[in-house]
C-alpha cells in the first residue's frame, strides 16, 4: 500500500507523480479549502463565493490526475493560511494547524492501515517542506511528531517538493532543515528517473492544474536541482532508524 501526503491539491503531482503513478494508492489531500489560483481566470469578487469555486475548480483538476494515476483520493477540507489570516511562508503558531492535521489525518490512517500489520508493507510519501510554505511545514512537522506510531504500520519516504527544490539554495536550505530534525535518523536518497516519454506524461498530469499556471510550465521547474542527475527524476528519502 502506497499513502500519499499532498498539503494542497497539486503538491503530489508536482513533486513524485511519476512515482504514484507507477505505484498507485491513496492520495491524501489536506489543505484543500482554498482561494489561490496562479492563473488569471474569472472568479467571483465575493470572497465566500470565490473560496467556493477556486476549491471545487482545484479538486475537479486534482480528480483528474488521481483518475489518470489510478489514485484513491481524500481530501481532509483544512484551510489554507490565507482563509486563517496567515501568508504562505508565515511559520508562526503552527501549534494549532499541527493539532488539527493530526487529529485529521491520524484517523485517516488508521482507518486506511487497520488490516495491515506488516511497516514494510505500506510506504507512506510526506514532503519535506523544501521552500517553506506553511502547510508543507506543518505537515513534515505532524508526520516527525507521530513518528513512534506511523513507524509501527509504515516505512517514511520524505520527498523534495517541487518546484520548490528546482531551485539549489531553496532545496539545499530545505534539506539541511529536515536533516536536524530528523537527527537520530539515518536518511537515504533514492531517485526515480524519467525516460522522455515517462516525462512528456508527468508534463500532462502537471499542466491539467490549469489553475495553478500563469504560463506553460517548464520542465525545469520540475526537477530537484540535485547533484546525482542530470536527468530528469524525481527525489526521496527513505527515513529509517539507527
Known amino acids: 500500500m502506497h499513502l500519499y501526503l499532498s498539503p494542497h491539491h497539486d503538491d503530489v503531482c508536482f513533486s513524485i507523480g511519476h512515482i504514484a503513478r507507477q505505484q498507485g ?15 488569471p481566470i474569472p472568479l467571483p469578487e465575493e470572497r465566500q463565493a470565490r473560496i467556493e469555486a477556486v476549491t471545487r475548480i482545484r ?9 489518470a494515476c489510478g489514485l484513491v483520493r481524500h481530501d481532509l477540507q483544512l484551510p489554507e493560511p490565507s482563509l486563517l489570516g496567515f501568508t504562505s511562508r508565515d511559520s508562526s503558531n503552527l501549534e ?3 493539532e488539527a492535521l493530526s487529529a485529521r489525518l491520524l484517523a485517516l490512517l488508521a482507518e486506511r492501515l487497520q488490516a495491515k500489520k506488516d511497516p514494510r508493507t505500506v510506504a507512506l510519501y510526506c514532503p519535506m517542506g523544501i521552500g517553506g510554505h506553511r502547510n508543507h511545514l506543518s505537515t513534515l512537522m505532524t508526520v516527525h511528531r507521530n513518528l513512534g506510531l506511523i513507524e509501527k504500520s509504515c516505512t517514511l519516504f520524505l520527498y523534495e517538493d517541487l518546484h520548490y527544490a528546482s531551485s539549489a539554495p531553496v532545496r539545499e536550505e530545505g534539506i539541511q532543515r529536515v536533516l536536524a530534525l530528523f537527527r537520530g535518523y539515518r536518511l537515504n536518497r533514492f531517485i526515480a528517473r524519467l525516460s522522455w516519454p515517462a516525462l512528456l506524461l508527468k508534463m500532462e498530469d502537471i499542466q491539467s492544474y490549469r489553475s495553478q499556471h500563469r504560463e506553460p510550465p517548464r520542465i525545469r521547474r520540475f526537477i530537484p536541482a540535485s547533484d546525482i542527475s542530470p536527468m530528469a527524476h524525481e ?5 529509517e532508524a539507527i
Open 25 to 39: 494508492g491513496d492520495l491524501i489531500n489536506l489543505f484543500t479549502r482554498s482561494e489561490y489560483v496562479e492563473a
Open 59 to 67: 479538486k475537479s483538476e486534482d480528480i483528474l490526475f488521481a483518475k
Open 96 to 98: 494549532g494547524e499541527i
Open 235 to 239: 527525489s526521496i528519502w527513505r527515513v
